[in-house]
């Protein structure tokens, strides 16, 4: 039977423009052997390989460097991505599915995720993820959970997942994601569970929410997972939704 279809929607990214002196190395990078580079912090090396995606397809970024709109805002490939999970109100045996969803985007991204362990913090989508404290920013783990419309305002609706991420600006004018969330409906997912294929529908739900957190945006191509809306048919990344995450694991170390 054919589902009624579902909207998936993303925050779109909050850039926080800050200027941050944390050190100061008085050399030419360049000019050093890679060893050295790597000693002071000017040469760090890429967690895992960056990917090929494929060369067709649509795809889309929730962000882009300034002054650049060919290159995505993403998050540093030479540091894993720290995450932490609250599975209230998820469907049981939901942090294996989305193991298995995290490492579909690692592959697909050359990105890591550092998971580190659960969380009773709830989502707090109207509020800033990026805190300052005299002038300085703090990061929290990027947090996944389950929540209803009472909590999450946005899930109102037929919305069963929000995600995105939250830059910040640093050294030559670039931008870098440094922490961010999702938030799944949980009474879909309960709904969703109770079905033949429910399992494979969470699943690709979790893909779609994990694409926004890492930076990639909807698309109009109904054929690519990112397209806003789902009826179930599309399960699994499309050929644009890879070269995007492609794209977006390649971006330079910070």
């Known amino acids: 039977m054919r589902r ?32 050295l580079r790597d000693l002071v ?18 795809y889309a970024f929730l962000a882009h460097q300034p002054g650049d709109p060919d290159v995505p805002v993403g998050y540093d490939p030479c540091k894993r991505i720290a995450v ?8 049981p045996d939901s942090l294996d ?21 659960t969380s009773d913090q709830r989502p707090r989508w109207e509020s800033q993820f990026v805190p300052v404290i005299f002038g300085r920013v703090r990061t929290t783990p990027a947090l996944i959970s389950w929540a209803t419309a009472d909590e999450v305002k946005v899930l109102a609706g037929k919305v069963v997942g929000v995600g995105g991420s939250a830059a910040v600006g640093v050294d030559g004018g670039r931008d870098r994601y ?6 799944f409906d949980a009474e879909a997912f309960a709904e969703l569970d109770r079905s033949a294929d429910g399992r494979q529908q969470e699943l690709a739900i979790m893909l779609h929410e994990l694409g ?9 191509d109904e054929r ?7 009826d179930g ?12 995450l492609a794209r977006i694991g390649a971006i330079d170390c910070l």
């Open 41 to 58: 912090g000017l040469g760090p090396e890429r967690i895992a390989p960056a990917q090929q995606g494929p060369s067709s397809g649509s």
């Open 233 to 244: 048919t599309v399960l699994d990344y499309g050929p644009g939704d890879l070269a995007g």
């Open 97 to 117: 599915l989305l193991r298995e969803a995290m490492a579909r985007v690692e592959g697909a991204t050359g990105l890591r995720f550092d998971y580190q362990g």
């Open 178 to 183: 440094v922490t961010g969330g999702v938030t």
């Open 4 to 35: 009624e279809p579902l909207d998936r929607t993303s925050l779109i990214s909050l850039v926080v423009a800050l200027a941050c002196v944390v050190g100061m190395v008085i050399a030419v990078p360049s000019l050093l052997p890679a060893p």
């Open 84 to 91: 932490r999970v609250n599975l209230e109100g998820a469907p």
């Open 224 to 230: 690519e997972l990112m397209y806003p809306d789902t």
């Open 212 to 220: 926004h957190l890492v930076g990639l945006a909807h698309v109009d």
